[in-house]
């Protein structure tokens, strides 16, 4: 039996987004309301979110975890190139967001976009080593971890993706 491909997206991608909030924050609110409008694939629940979300933008700056909270309900609507194009503002906004680039990774994927897919993975890993590297010059003035204790959701999402682009995908990849 196949993996079921919203159950790797939840768990490669969009776990690690759930984490940046807490329960007083706006942001949080509106995510939330977002999610039920909009989670159950349907043109209703769809429009509902659409319109809570444009109701978002037109009262002052959106936080843009709300914009990626609406890129994933457009993910699961399967309307791959909204979700594309609210992630690039995203990214515009906080171009470090791992939880992002993992998403339009996984937009890219999908689509079988798989040349801007490679250039998302390269801006990732970069962040990736920045940040490991940042990680490393912490642990010097500390007992640094075993490699095998770090938990680097990044890199593993990175490794899958690379594996499925050279193995399932190759024939297609040019």
Request: proline share 6%; charged share 25%.
């Amino acid at each position: 039996m196949s993996p079921n491909p919203l159950a790797l997206f939840a768990a490669l991608v969009a776990a690690p987004f759930t984490e940046s909030f807490s329960a007083e924050d706006d942001a949080f609110v509106q995510v939330s309301a977002l999610f039920q409008a909009g989670w159950k694939p349907s043109s209703k629940g769809l429009e509902k979110s659409q319109a809570l979300y444009r109701e978002l933008r037109e009262d002052d700056q959106v936080d843009p975890r709300v914009s990626y909270a609406f890129a994933m309900v457009q993910m699961r609507n399967l309307k791959y190139d909204e979700a594309r194009r609210l992630l690039d503002e995203v990214l515009a906004a906080r171009p470090n967001d791992m939880a992002a680039r993992r998403t339009k990774i996984w937009v890219l994927t999908i689509t079988q976009s798989y040349t801007a897919a490679l250039v998302e993975m390269e801006k990732l890993a970069k962040n990736l080593a920045s940040e490991n590297h940042a990680v490393k010059n912490k642990s010097t003035q500390q007992s640094a971890p075993a490699p095998e204790e770090i938990e680097n959701p990044s890199a593993e999402f990175l490794g899958r993706v690379m594996g499925f682009i050279d193995g399932p995908a190759a024939r297609i990849v040019a």
